[in-house]
């Protein structure tokens, strides 16, 4: 009877956190433009909210060493001289499971530029089995990282909207932030500007 209870006690839990997680998402997704209106609509809503969500703009990628699904540590410096999106994600996130099949395709078109992608798990405590099979289910193949509470500091600085994605040019500035599930397009017109930053 003490397992059963601390099972519901567990779940509950578990559905309070992805339940508060989810409110920022809800919030920050309406300041998106629809892709109808990318351009200047765009900059005037997303890459404003990125700019107050992270403060990170403009700043180097702040150094992160963290272990990956095989337990083998990978590092931001592993990706010195390439163009890396760094992006947040959780299993829960339901935008997360939309946007990560598009990161995959787009890290197969331009992988001969040397853009590379790295996932970074917000949810590391559902375990590495739980987060592989999630990966594996999305068509995942890029390396996926299990976060700590320092780089989710430097990273997200407390602030929980998922996906988060970081762009990250070949000299290590982060030339955008991108908070929220986007278009394809607007994925796709990021990576294009994060290949031929920092040349």
Not at 104 to 119: I, N, P, Q
Not at 190 to 198: D, F, H, P, R
Request: glycine fraction near 10%; include cysteine.
């Amino acid at each position: 009877m003490v397992v059963g209870v601390a099972l519901v006690v567990w779940a509950g839990w578990r559905n309070w956190r992805a339940a508060h997680r989810a409110i920022p998402i809800a919030m920050i997704q309406p300041m998106q433009a629809p892709a109808a209106q990318q351009g200047e609509a765009k900059g005037a809503t997303t890459n404003d909210a990125a700019a107050g969500v992270s403060g990170l703009r403009g700043k180097q990628a702040p150094a992160f060493s963290l272990v990956d699904l095989d337990g083998k540590r990978v590092s931001l410096g592993d990706f010195k001289g390439h163009p890396l999106l760094i992006n947040y994600w959780a299993t829960y996130c339901g935008p997360c499971q939309v946007e990560m099949p598009w990161i995959e395709d787009l890290s197969r078109k331009y992988a001969a530029t040397g853009f590379e992608v790295v996932g970074i798990t917000y949810d590391a405590e559902v375990g590495k089995a739980t987060i592989a099979r999630a990966a594996k289910g999305l068509g995942v193949t890029y390396p996926i990282l299990l976060s700590d509470a320092a780089t989710e500091k430097a990273y997200l600085n407390g602030i929980e909207v998922l996906p988060m994605s970081f762009y990250v040019d070949r000299v290590g500035k982060i030339i955008e932030v991108s908070p929220g599930q986007g278009s394809k397009e607007d994925l796709e017109a990021m990576v294009k500007e994060t290949v031929a930053a920092g040349n």
